[in-house]
C-alpha cells in the first residue's frame, strides 16, 4: 500500500510558460484560491515560480509545490543533485512532492536505483513526498516490488477525454497510488469536441470545464495550464460542476487513444 498525501485540487501547471507570464500566471492563480503549483526542472522556470510564490506573500506551508527530477540525472548522485538544484532555483528548503519526470528510457538507469535516491530525498527532508509521472502498469508493480514503493504518493500521466488511460488509471487507484491528471485539456482538442460543446450548453458552462469535470470525475487531481485569470477562475469552478453519469458515459466515448505527449523516449504505453 502507497502513502496517500493530499494533492489539492486543482493545480495549476506551469509547462511552456516563462519568465513574466509564467510570474504573472502563478501570482494570478495563488490570488483566486490555487493552493497547489507544478514544475519540472525540464520547464527551465524554476526560478520564476519560487520569485511568484514568494512574492505572492502566501505562507509557503500553505503552498503545495510539485517539481520533477528529468531522466538525465538519474544515476548515482544525480537524483539528490538535481532536486538541490531545483530548490536553490525556487529559493525554497522543500517541495511538497518530487515526481520523476519519465522513467529511465531503456532502464538505463535501474529503478531500484533512482527510486531510492528519491526515497533518501525525502528522508533527508528536501522533499515532504515522492512520485512518478509517466509510468506504465508494468513500471508501477516494479515500483511497488521496491522499498521506496510504500512512499509513492502519485503518478502523474496524461488524461483527458481523448486520452482516457482507463487501465492505468484503474490500476494505480486499485493499488493506492492517486493518479495526477496532465493536460486534462490536451492542450485545447477537447474544447473542439461537439459532445463536449453540447454537455456544456446544458451546464452553462465552457467546454474546458466539463472536460476539467470529466477528469475529476474520475477521481484524478486536473493541473491545467492557464495565463489567463478568467480561465484560471472558470478552472477553479469546474469542479464544482457535476456531470450526470449519462454525461460521463458520453464522454468515455470521445477516448481514442490520442496523446499529446508522446516523445521518442516514452515507455511502451498500455493500450
Ligand atoms: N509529467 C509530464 O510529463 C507532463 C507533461 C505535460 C504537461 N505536464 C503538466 O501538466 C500541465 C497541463 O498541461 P498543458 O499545460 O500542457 O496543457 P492543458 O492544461 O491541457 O492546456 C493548456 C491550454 O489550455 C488553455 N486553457 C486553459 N484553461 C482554459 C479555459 N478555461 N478555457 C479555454 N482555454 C483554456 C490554455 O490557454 P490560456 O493560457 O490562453 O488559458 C493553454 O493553451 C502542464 O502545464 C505541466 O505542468 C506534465
Redesign the pocket.
Known amino acids: 500500500m502507497s502513502v496517500s498525501i493530499a494533492l489539492p485540487q486543482p493545480g495549476l501547471?506551469?509547462?511552456?510558460?516563462q519568465d513574466d507570464v509564467v510570474i504573472a500566471s502563478v501570482k494570478s492563480a495563488l490570488e483566486l484560491g490555487y493552493r497547489h503549483i507544478?514544475?519540472?526542472a525540464m520547464?527551465d522556470n524554476e526560478a520564476a515560480v519560487g520569485r511568484a510564490i514568494s512574492e505572492s506573500q502566501i505562507p509557503r506551508e500553505e503552498i503545495f509545490v510539485t517539481t520533477?527530477i528529468w531522466f538525465d540525472r538519474l544515476s548515482g548522485e544525480g537524483v539528490i543533485a538535481a532536486l538541490r538544484e531545483s530548490l536553490a532555483k525556487l529559493d525554497m528548503d522543500y517541495v511538497d512532492l518530487a515526481?520523476i519526470?519519465?522513467p529511465s528510457p531503456d532502464n538505463e538507469v535501474p529503478m531500484a536505483e533512482y527510486l531510492a535516491a528519491l526515497d533518501k530525498a525525502r528522508e533527508m527532508g528536501l522533499t515532504r513526498a515522492i512520485g512518478v509521472?509517466?509510468f506504465t502498469i508494468a513500471q508501477i508493480d516494479e515500483a511497488l516490488s521496491l522499498p521506496a514503493g510504500k512512499h509513492i504518493a502519485t503518478n502523474?500521466i496524461?488524461v483527458?477525454p481523448l486520452l482516457a488511460n482507463s487501465k492505468l488509471v484503474q490500476h494505480c487507484q486499485a493499488k493506492g497510488i492517486q493518479v495526477t491528471g496532465?493536460?486534462?485539456?490536451?492542450?485545447?482538442k477537447v474544447?473542439d469536441e461537439s459532445v463536449i460543446q453540447n454537455i456544456a450548453a446544458q451546464h452553462n458552462a465552457?467546454a474546458?470545464?466539463v472536460a476539467l469535470a470529466w477528469v475529476a470525475s474520475k477521481g484524478i487531481t486536473v493541473?491545467?495550464?492557464?495565463?489567463?485569470a478568467d480561465?484560471?477562475k472558470?478552472?477553479l469552478d469546474a469542479l464544482d460542476l457535476t456531470l450526470t453519469a449519462e454525461e460521463v458515459a458520453q464522454i468515455d466515448q470521445l477516448d481514442r487513444g490520442e496523446r499529446?505527449?508522446n516523445p521518442p523516449f516514452s515507455p511502451v504505453w498500455d493500450q
Not at 223 to 228: R, V
Open positions: 501547471g506551469t509547462f511552456r510558460l507544478d514544475t519540472a520547464y520533477k515526481l519526470h519519465w509521472s509517466n502523474q496524461e483527458h496532465y493536460m486534462p485539456l490536451a492542450v485545447g474544447m465552457s474546458a470545464q493541473i491545467p495550464s492557464s495565463t489567463k480561465h484560471q472558470a478552472n499529446v505527449a
